[in-house]
């Protein structure tokens, strides 16, 4: 995608980011100006949970005929400086970001690359003759989640072509054989910059303002010079590593179009690179991070975006990685709702079942489910029997404390939408868990079938005495809220709803909930509907499923391709560039909010079009 001359307003609000496959980062808006806590050239760290803002930025100077240009653009507390969107002519993102700067005829190009399986970034410049290039490293140092509030003291190691600076044991590394590399000789007090602004973490009611420590400048007058930045490592071949991961990119995309037979688009290769963004190696383990900047290993998400992500993009080891990584977390029934330990989820184990049934729709792999089947039968016999505020209720249907949905918001130490009791999705993806159980043990020990068959149907019974109002389906067996929880009744490989059922459904939720970005997370008639999600996180929060969109639910409710299309292709131009977002205020004018790249979002729309689940 090409955009040029961008009026300042909206390209600051415009974000990129490139990926490593390790869950670092590389990330800022399309000025290069930082306006996120969690932007900047090089996120990385040993661990996902402990990534840090390493290299936040360079300040670029260009000297040219005897007169400088700033060509960096930043925001302090007081004011724009330098300018130097100014001077940008041209941003282009395909699939790297590429920056063409016009100083007064002469042009200067920047790309930014990252490479999969290293914790490093490049940048490459490519300047016209007579030109002298001067670049100022700020250093972080810090957790994605904290700012540099005052002053650190780095250990420095500088030669004449790289410079190494630790913290502790862990150190970032920058270096060129195209640049020279002149040390600040000021006292480390004289080398911070002060009060840095991020301007969307201001909006969002966060810690904003921070410091960043320059250690020195690097020079150059070469018409192409690159300069590398990794994390706890010595130099490598960059521009090898860089033809590699072209080359790995150009594969995955071409993979896709070959193996599922769909027509090339611009819009679907977008999802498919997005996909690959998510997909990570975590110590060993293949997992999922749920959204970026700042969400990690989340089970729910995990199992909702497993079949887009790996199934329809036939990564099938890597699903069977994730799968058994999970598996090693399962505790009492349960899968973790976050991978450290957290097991407050009622659904996680529920959509981790219909994922593993949706892999072996994919593969046939019956070996792998045999590996598996009692673990399978655990989590079922531990929700009949109850574990951690999950139950078996004598209806079949199963209950579960407040706050154990995905719609978990907690304001002022409440549930937002506690919807304890029996809610409509927990029932579907429990009937569907009991189906995939029965067709499971036919294939494996022939016996306990039929206990499963007798289960799934006092649960569709139930289940249609309860939540069916002739209308619609209640929300929870406790209230009559029209939510798109209930769509999840008829998105699922078994299903407890007839056709007729169906029709109404969806014409209630067209009728109610739909926009041309997806569907409302709440009736507008509601008289808890929030139109926006904005301000604090006290605000933010009460807003977050009371009618705010979620993309996601888009992915299940797909009416047809074209209108698909039309939602991704502007989607991915807008907030998060190639990507689709966690959500979309409930009304006009619809702007994109939350993680700039979320992977259910992606996830399910790619099912939607490998699966032609289109109503």
């Known amino acids: 995608m090409t955009l040029e001359h961008l009026d300042f307003e909206r390209g600051k609000k415009l974000e990129w980011i490139l990926t490593n496959g390790l869950g670092g980062y590389s990330s800022s808006t399309v000025f290069g100006m930082n306006t996120r806590k969690y932007h900047g050239l090089l996120i990385a760290g040993n661990s996902i949970k402990e990534r840090m803002v390493l290299l936040s930025s360079f300040q670029e100077q260009v000297i040219t005929d005897a007169k400088s240009f700033e060509i960096s653009t930043n925001r302090y507390t007081d004011v724009y400086h330098p300018k130097g969107y100014f001077y940008l002519e041209k941003f282009e993102l395909d699939p790297f970001p590429k920056f063409v700067f016009n100083l ?58 790289n410079i190494k600076i630790f913290s502790g044991k862990n150190f970032v590394n920058i270096w060129s054989n195209d640049f020279a590399f002149k040390q600040n000789n000021l006292e480390q007090s004289k080398k911070w910059y002060w009060n840095f602004f991020y301007e969307t973490d201001s909006e969002r009611g966060e810690e904003c303002i921070e410091h960043l420590y ?34 790995r990119k150009k594969s995955v995309v071409q993979n896709f179009f070959k193996n599922t037979k769909i027509k090339k688009e611009d819009w679907i290769k977008w999802l498919i690179l997005s996909a690959d963004n998510h997909i990570v190696k975590s110590s060993n ?22 079949p887009g992500l790996c199934l329809s993009t036939k990564r099938y080891n890597e699903a069977r990685d994730i799968i058994k990584y999970y598996l090693s977390k399962l505790k009492f029934g349960l899968i973790p709702n976050e991978i450290d330990g957290n097991y407050n989820s009622v659904d996680a184990s529920l959509w981790f079942i219909n994922a593993v049934y949706k892999y072996y729709q994919h593969t046939e792999d019956i070996e792998f489910i045999i590996q598996i089947y009692d673990k399978l039968r655990s989590i079922v016999s531990f929700y009949m029997n109850g574990t951690n505020g999950i139950k078996m209720d004598d209806d079949f249907l199963i209950y579960s404390n407040a706050g154990m949905t995905w719609m978990d918001a907690v304001v002022d130490g409440k549930h937002v939408t506690p919807r304890e009791g029996k809610a409509v999705e927990v029932q579907a993806l429990w009937y569907n868990a009991l189906k995939i159980m029965e067709f499971f043990s036919k294939k494996i020990d022939g016996k306990s079938f039929s206990s499963y068959s007798v289960f799934a149907e006092k649960v569709r019974e139930n289940f249609l005495k309860k939540f069916w109002n002739g209308e619609y389906l209640n929300d929870t067996d406790k209230s009559n809220e029209i939510r798109p929880n ?61 009618g705010t969109i979620w993309p996601w639910m888009y992915g299940l409710f797909a ?56 109503l």
């Open 285 to 306: 383990n293949t997992t999922i991070i749920a959204g970026y900047h700042w969400f990690g290993e989340w089970g729910r998400d995990t199992f909702i975006s497993l």
């Open 559 to 614: 009416r047809d391709e074209d209108k698909l299309k039309e939602f991704v292709e502007e989607e991915i131009n807008r907030y998060g560039l190639g990507c689709i977002s966690e959500i979309i205020d409930a009304d006009e004018p619809f702007e994109s909010k939350g993680c700039i790249s979320q992977a259910w979002s992606v996830a399910t729309i790619l099912q939607a079009i490998t699966e032609k689940n289109f």
């Open 104 to 161: 007064d005829g002469k042009r200067i190009v920047k790309k930014v690359y990252m490479f999969n399986g290293i914790n490093a970034v490049s940048i490459v410049y490519e300047m016209d003759p007579g030109m002298k290039l001067i670049l100022k490293p700020l250093i972080a140092f810090r957790s994605i989640y904290g700012l540099n509030s005052g002053m650190k003291t780095f250990n420095e190691f500088p030669s004449d072509r």
């Open 486 to 546: 209930q769509i999840i009744a008829f998105s699922l490989p078994f299903s407890m709803i007839n056709g007729e059922m169906k029709q109404k459904i969806v014409k209630i939720v067209n009728e109610k909930l739909m926009t041309r970005f997806g569907l409302r997370s709440l009736n507008k008639e509601d008289k808890r509907f929030i139109p926006n999600y904005n301000g604090g996180f006290r605000q933010r929060d009460l807003a977050y499923h009371n």
């Open 214 to 247: 320059n250690p020195g400048q690097f020079e150059t007058e070469k018409k192409i010079a690159v300069i590398t930045a990794s994390f706890n490592s010595d130099e490598f071949d960059a521009m090898n590593e860089l033809k590699k991961e072209l080359k």
